[in-house]
């Protein structure tokens, strides 16, 4: 049985002109037995909830590596999500669920040519491994079955409603691109359809 473990209220800077207040919630029962958290901001029960699940990059969340878009694609969802009312799933799912010394592997293979996909294969890991079957049930426990999804990963949605939760609209974060990504963000949209419009941007 999956259950909420607890919650506790935590005031958040996400870039905003004052805080803001969120809700932390933990879980217990979970299918993989990972620690993660669900991030609730706003006023989630007013209709539809904005969830993003965002899985956890220590290099691109907590040290600012322009390797990746995920710091920028994480404060980007906090603050949709503090204004439109949601969650925000914070899956530990490090590397695309390889970990995060197999990441930091991949990304010397990268630098010999790889794209971000391949060095995975390389390592002999799969090129993506995450499982938003824990996601599904978290979603669940809150009662949100029936959400608009902040997402450019297709993947996403697709396991989500063959998991039973109903995704409405899928909705593209911005395109966080600089000189150090471009190259890992064009191999998500030839590889993955990811939904990013790399067609107008200028380095």
Known sequence: MVAVRSSTRVPLDIG????VESEIITFEGLADGQEHLAIRLGDADS???LVRLHSECLTGDALGSLRCDCGPQLREALARIHERGGYLLYLRQEGRGIGLYNKLDAYRLQDEGYDTYQANIRLGRGADERNYLSAAQMLRCVNAEEIDLLSNNP????????????????ISTGAHVNPSNYRYLEAKVSET???ID?????L
């Open 198 to 202: 790399l067609g107008r941007v200028t």
């Open 16 to 19: 905003l002109e004052a805080p």
């Open 47 to 49: 209709g539809v909830p």
């Open 193 to 195: 359809n990811h939904a």
């Open 155 to 170: 993947d996403k949605a697709a396991q989500l409603t063959a998991l039973g939760i109903r995704v409405r609209d899928s």
